[in-house]
């Protein structure tokens, strides 16, 4: 199984300023089709469903906030949120479409300092 | 737009066999996967398995032997039994959309989540 693991468990931002969580997978995720890295970022508000952000590495789901940027190559990825609202604060995962089983990282809270 | 309205059993006894539907509303049923994954409170993620009405399913090996996945295009729904349950199938169970290439697949919808507690 791919393992994810993602840095740091969790972090406390001041409003407006950035976050920026890491995601190593074990190994490369590249999907030679479209050259595209099957990584997926996904945010958990307490009490709700996950919500997809980014897919394929890098591409914003519609209707999330330009704040949020997903990048990185080869094993290593990051979520990037600039600017952070207090709606922010939540449970980030990533995910790996490449293998099967699908995989997710550990999770990363992120809350308000 | 589309949305995911979950339902089973909450509560079960080991040994006994966990059922879920997934009714999908508002939005194409077949031209997507459709996905189970599954959350031990205070704890990751874990992707169950997919399916759609015309590719093949995909499975976690881990549960695999107790897993069966089925889907009812008539009614758009997808459900879910996993059979011979233990306290660790402890969980709160999502129904979600998925797309991309098969097997490449990312979740863009989910369902609420149904909570299902295993326990004597």
């Known amino acids: 199984d791919i393992v994810l693991t993602q840095s740091p468990d969790s972090l406390a931002v001041s409003l407006g300023e950035r976050a920026i969580i890491n995601c190593k997978s074990s190994?490369?995720?590249?999907?030679?089709?479209?050259?595209?890295?099957?990584l997926t970022w996904y945010q958990q508000r307490p009490g709700q469903p996950p919500k997809l952000l980014i897919y394929w590495g890098s591409t914003r789901e519609s209707g999330i906030p330009d704040r949020f940027t997903g990048g990185g190559s080869g094993t290593d990825f990051t979520l990037t949120i600039d600017n952070l609202q207090a709606e922010d604060v939540a449970l980030y995962y990533c995910?790996?479409?490449?293998?099967?089983?699908?995989?997710f990282g550990q999770g990363t809270r992120v809350e308000i300092k | 737009q589309v949305q995911l309205q979950q339902w089973g059993a909450g509560l079960l006894k080991p040994s006994e066999t966990l059922s879920l539907t997934c009714a999908v509303s508002g939005g194409s049923f077949s031209g997507y996967y459709w996905t189970w994954i599954r959350q031990v409170p205070g704890k990751g993620l874990e992707w169950i398995g997919d399916?759609?009405?015309?590719?093949?399913?995909n499975t976690n090996p881990s549960l695999k032997s107790r897993l069966v996945i089925s889907i009812d295009t008539s009614k758009s729904q997808v459900s879910l039994n996993v059979t011979s349950v233990t306290a660790a199938d402890t969980a709160i169970y999502y129904c979600?959309?998925?797309?991309?290439?098969?097997?490449?697949?990312?979740?863009?919808?989910w369902g609420k989540g149904t909570t299902v507690s295993v326990s004597s």
């Open positions: 979600a959309r998925a797309r991309g290439y098969n097997p490449h697949l990312y979740m863009d919808v």
């Open positions: 399916i759609s009405h015309s590719g093949p399913t």
């Open positions: 995910q790996q479409c490449y293998g099967l089983p699908r995989t």
């Open positions: 190994q490369t995720i590249l999907y030679g089709s479209n050259n595209k890295n099957c």
